[in-house]
């Protein structure tokens, strides 16, 4: 068997370049397409999604699920979430996990990516054991970075407690773009070598070494890459589907899909990434290669963070001073993987450190959890002068961080209750209260609009068949339509009326 593919248009590609607002009725156009290609997985849904879609778009996120769902009847979907801290941004109780795998493979969820921004499995445990026991298919992430702690004998050491969790496969969640090709064959073949699942790999093209970090990797023995289609990827997106398709068609390494059917599918979206760069939604800079991330090991999105950290306290003279800072906060604070949302809390130190003019003279509680242990166990200890110059006598956590969370999952319930209209709406307000609360208001308020009748498609029709129409929708109090119609446009030609005619007869219920 070749290797197999993910597309990720639906989900990570849309998330990366347009801060995730493509639309479900976007999607819904093309789903049937992508369905029939052959890939491994979709990848549609978690990540920010669920946030952006109510926030931003005013939708849905469990509509969503279950409309693509609805559409995509062979291809398995899939979806990213962070572990104890689902799609939210703070670690949950067991019972709100437990219940949100449930619900999310109940509307059709399929592949669950579990990952950890500190890599400590103790906070993806209870997620693959709740998606395990729905009947999903659990996939494990070690989320690669580099450091001088992270080697290979520490991601094998990862993948295989992992493995031993009950995970049915691994990803190699590469957010940065950091890995490089030949490092990218060292890691796939030593995990090859010690995991019996498949491996999967995900990178972002931000560096630009990507696509040659999948042949690498490809060569090695990975079993299934993150691709995008065309013009949704490359940038801060991930490799294009269809050059690493051509790339290896009739080579021991086949994907086996079709090249002109990706092209249709690339037709789709070709308009519309047109359409979010008219709109300022894409900005042509992220479609860039930044070689800084190779550099700084910086993401980034990180560093545009930072830039408009430092403009906001009119620092940006400083900005050199502290990429320089940023690595010496990341090893005080015993090199946490730079992701969400590790990468904000050492960015957002580094910068105070450097506009203070003292290094920890303000230190953010996020920065404090991070030292504390609330987000888990850091790859490496902090350092006793760091712990206690931001503890002072405070212990910190050893434990797993969520055996400190009590059940919470009926406490939200009350407090939601007057919101829920479905069982799932508990879990959009567990997540995000403030943007769901808003979300929920929204939804009663369009609900409780007067609906105006849907005018009909007047395309190509004679304007006086359209006037008439018109009079007819307009006279609602008209008991036959269709006399009526006719009677105003008795002057018409034969043709025009029995156009007429047939809008009538696919509108006769609006009448």
């Not at 094998?156 to 969790?165: F, G, L, Q, T």
């Not at 405070?394 to 406490?411: N, Y």
């Not at 307009?474 to 006399?483: E, L, S, T, Y």
């Amino acid at each position: 068997m070749g290797v197999r593919i993910t597309e990720t248009v639906l989900r990570d590609a849309h998330q990366s370049l347009i801060a995730t607002r493509m639309r479900t009725e976007d999607m819904l156009p093309i789903v049937e397409k992508l369905d029939a290609i052959g890939y491994h997985s979709l990848e549609a849904w978690g990540g920010a999604t669920f946030d952006a879609s109510m926030r931003f778009l005013n939708e849905d996120p469990w509509v969503r699920l279950r409309k693509i769902k609805e559409v995509a009847k062979k291809t398995p979907l899939q979806m990213l979430l962070r572990g104890q801290n689902l799609l939210g941004y703070k670690h949950y109780a067991d019972d709100v996990v437990e219940y949100f795998i449930q619900k999310a493979i109940a509307n059709g969820m399929d592949i669950m990516r579990i990952f950890d921004a500190l890599n400590d499995p103790r906070n993806i445990e209870t997620a693959i054991k709740a998606c395990k026991k729905e009947g999903g298919h659990a996939q494990g992430c070690i989320c690669y970075t580099v450091s001088p702690v992270h080697s290979l004998e520490l991601f094998v050491k990862d993948a295989k407690r992992i493995e031993s969790m009950g995970a049915d496969s691994i990803c190699i969640k590469d957010m940065a773009g950091l890995l490089v090709p030949y490092e990218a064959y060292e890691l796939v073949k030593a995990l090859k070598e010690n995991v019996k699942v498949p491996v999967q790999l995900h990178t972002h093209y931000t560096s630009g070494v990507a696509s040659m970090t999948y042949i690498k990797a490809i060569e090695a023995g990975v079993d299934i890459v993150d691709c995008a289609i065309s013009p949704m990827a490359m940038g801060t997106s991930q490799p294009p589907t269809e050059p690493l398709v051509a790339t290896l068609k009739d080579s021991p390494y086949d994907t086996g899909l079709d090249l002109e059917k990706l092209s249709e599918i690339a037709d789709y979206f070709r308009p519309l990434k047109e359409k979010y760069i008219e709109s300022g939604l894409l900005d042509v800079k992220v479609m860039g290669v930044d070689v800084n991330a190779l550099i700084y090991q910086v993401p980034g999105g990180m560093l545009s963070n930072l830039v408009s950290q430092l403009k906001q306290s009119n620092a940006l003279d400083k900005y050199d001073e502290v990429l320089k800072e940023v690595p010496r906060v990341r090893e005080d604070f015993g090199y946490p993987p730079l992701v969400t949302p590790t990468s904000q809390i050492v960015g957002t130190q580094a910068v105070l450190n450097v506009i203070t003019g003292e290094r920890y003279k303000m230190v953010p509680k996020e920065s404090k959890g991070i030292v504390k242990g609330e987000y888990g166990k850091t790859p490496a200890p902090v350092s006793e002068e760091i712990r206690n110059k931001i503890l002072g006598d405070e212990k910190p956590i050893t434990c797993r961080p969520a055996d400190l969370i009590e059940p919470e999952l009926d406490k939200i319930k009350n407090t939601a209750g007057e919101y829920i209209e479905q069982e799932e709406d508990v879990l959009s307000y567990a997540m995000l209260p403030q943007v769901a609360e808003k979300f929920f208001k929204q939804r009663l308020e369009d609900r409780n609009k007067p609906v105006e009748p849907a005018a009909p498609k007047t395309e190509g029709i004679n304007p006086e068949v359209v006037a008439a129409i018109s009079a007819v929708v307009a006279d609602m109090g008209v008991r036959d339509g269709r006399q009526y119609a006719v009677g105003n446009i008795s002057r018409l030609n034969n043709q025009n009326r029995w156009g007429l005619y047939g809008m009538l007869d696919r509108f006769r219920t609006k009448l």
